[in-house]
């Protein structure tokens, strides 16, 4: 029989162990096959909520460390330890804490646990954007831009011969073109980009729901997930509103955040529109 006053039982810490090296070695697969990796690194959430809303949150804390370890083991000349604590091991650790929070009876209420989330994700993007400003000097745009209009002289230098057989004014159109489609990508990458993390995360934590559903062990840490009741802080609506309009007259790096982040924000609100 297992000691009660243990911080972590052993049944615990082996479901801890099972589901950090499960979760690591998902995410890991990509420094075998990147594309099947790449596929994989997304499911590595769903053993952290299994055992993070199974066992409760020491448990999801110790699973996620252990997922962190694992990768860093398995994929160690690829260093991808850092992006899977940030996507998945912080994250998920923070999600099945709010969810198990009980006060007074009380869980805490779905929609606040959306907002968290989407808060984590809004703070990821204006840490890179300030990180490499920092580092290199450059903000997220300038960076992007440069990456975008990089991968649009390799297309032209791939398909040079096309150009070539076409008259100089309609090839020098075409190119522009493709610079505007490019450029107007670059501006949206981060808005999309927070959306799929978002729904990535959220899907993760359904599924890992689903494959307990007739689990005694999450119906005795909390009792109902009733997503029909999302109802967002009245705040999300009024940023939405806000950054997307100063973002429609604002040029420039100020423009660039407020646009991406009235994506992440409308995204939210459709969400909580469909929960209705």
């Not at 499960?22 to 590595?44: D, E, K, R």
């Not at 805490?108 to 990821?124: C, D, E, N, S």
């Not at 398909?159 to 309609?170: K, R, T």
């Not at 799929?196 to 934590?205: G, H, I, R, T, V």
Request: some cysteine; glycine content about 8%; charged content about 10%.
């Amino acid at each position: 029989m297992e000691n009660q006053n243990r911080l972590v039982t052993r049944t615990e810490m082996l479901a801890a162990v099972i589901a950090g090296l499960i979760s690591g070695g998902l995410y890991a697969v990509q420094a075998v096959n990147p594309a099947l990796g790449s596929i994989l690194g997304i499911f590595a959430g769903i053993p952290l909520f299994v055992a993070g809303l199974s066992f409760g949150t020491v448990t999801v804390v110790l699973s996620a460390l252990i997922g962190t370890i694992g990768c860093t083991l398995m994929a160690p000349e690829i260093k991808i330890f850092g992006i899977y604590i940030i996507m998945h091991a912080l994250p998920v650790a923070g999600l099945v804490t709010l969810a198990l929070r009980n006060r007074n009876g009380v869980f805490y209420p779905i929609g606040r646990i959306a907002t968290w989330l989407m808060g984590y994700i809004a703070l990821l993007f204006l840490g890179a954007d300030t990180f490499l400003f920092l580092t290199k000097g450059i903000s997220l745009q300038e960076s992007l831009h440069d990456m975008m209009m990089a991968q649009m002289d390799n297309m032209i230098a791939q398909n040079q011969a096309m150009y070539d057989s076409l008259p100089i004014e309609q090839a020098e159109t075409a190119k522009e073109q493709m610079g505007n489609v490019m450029l107007t990508m670059a501006n949206i990458y981060p808005g999309t980009f927070m959306i799929s993390a978002m729904l990535s995360l959220a899907a993760n934590a359904v599924i890992a729901m689903h494959l307990l559903k007739n689990s005694v062990r999450l119906s005795a840490l909390r009792t109902t997930f009733d997503f029909n009741s999302l109802t967002l802080p009245h705040w999300v609506a009024v940023a939405a509103v806000v950054s997307a309009g100063v973002s429609s007259f604002i040029d420039g790096h100020i423009g660039f955040v407020l646009a991406n982040l009235s994506i992440l924000f409308f995204v939210i609100e459709m969400l909580e529109g469909l929960a209705v």
